[in-house]
């Protein structure tokens, strides 16, 4: 079987084309199944980990994930692993980008890759030649060292943070406390510079344009914010990592029940 690989960065120039390049050069001959590089909101971890944590969902068992997105200040160790559930590899930086997946689907075994030192672009020297020779057979012991788990870093996921914001400008958030069966209720809902009132419904659709709806969406079970039919608010305006304000301005309706 040809594992996929499936390449989640925020390099959306040409240097995901180099990255892949490296991961060709590096199976020295083997066949490659190198999917749509999966582009984040730049310099976002917990945009990251919730691609790195769609992808391993919608991704068959075997599946290698490589994730190029860094912003820290400091030099963190570079990772390879294999998750319990799936059997998903996962590669790149200890970030806190796999810790979304590892909470969820567990982790086989965690290896820190050999470090050659500083590079100028770990992605393409680095992360892309191990994922090269991941899909070519090497065994994840043959590519570093043994890494303890408790030391995998986490992104921070809490209730109302914005993870994604998709290209039709929808806030994807937990809501623990959000409930459907308040469906018709008004709320008001906040961040920084903008404020807009929202009703919670099952269907975004069904809805006038223009109307800004609270809904259960498509992805982890994560709720929504979005405009019918309109434009919804770019990710320059509420960037993954965005902590909503909702608050109630009414009591549960029966409207449409």
Request: charged share 25%; with cysteine; net charge negative.
């Amino acid at each position: 079987m040809t594992r996929p690989i499936v390449l989640v960065t925020d390099c959306n120039d040409l240097a995901f084309a180099e990255m892949r390049g490296a991961m060709w050069a590096a199976a020295d001959g083997a066949p490659l199944a190198i999917e749509p590089t999966v582009f984040t909101h730049p310099m976002s971890v917990i945009n990251a980990a919730f691609a790195v944590r769609m992808m391993a969902e919608a991704y068959p068992p075997e599946t290698i994930i490589s994730f190029v997105v860094n912003p820290l200040k400091l030099r963190t160790e570079r990772i390879v692993g294999r998750t319990k559930h799936k059997d998903i590899l996962f590669e790149g930086t200890n970030t806190g980008v796999a810790g979304w997946l590892v909470d969820e689907f567990g982790c086989e075994e965690l290896y820190e890759l050999h470090d050659p030192g500083f590079v100028p672009f770990g992605g393409k020297y680095v992360h892309a030649p191990a994922v090269g020779k991941l899909a070519a057979g090497a065994a994840l012991a043959d590519l570093g060292n043994p890494f303890p788990l408790e030391r995998l870093r986490r992104a921070e996921r809490t209730s109302k943070l914005v993870v994604h914001v998709d290209n039709f400008g929808n806030l994807k958030f937990p809501w623990p406390e959000g409930d459907i069966n308040n469906k018709g209720r008004r709320y008001r809902v906040s961040w920084p510079g903008h404020s807009v009132e929202a009703v919670l419904w099952r269907r975004m659709m069904e809805r006038e344009d223009g109307e800004w709806i609270i809904y259960p969406g498509s992805s982890l079970d994560l709720w929504e914010l979005g405009e019918v039919r309109g434009r919804g608010v770019s990710a320059a305006d509420a960037p993954p990592g965005t902590v909503l304000t909702i608050e109630a301005l009414d009591s549960p309706a029966a409207e449409g029940e």
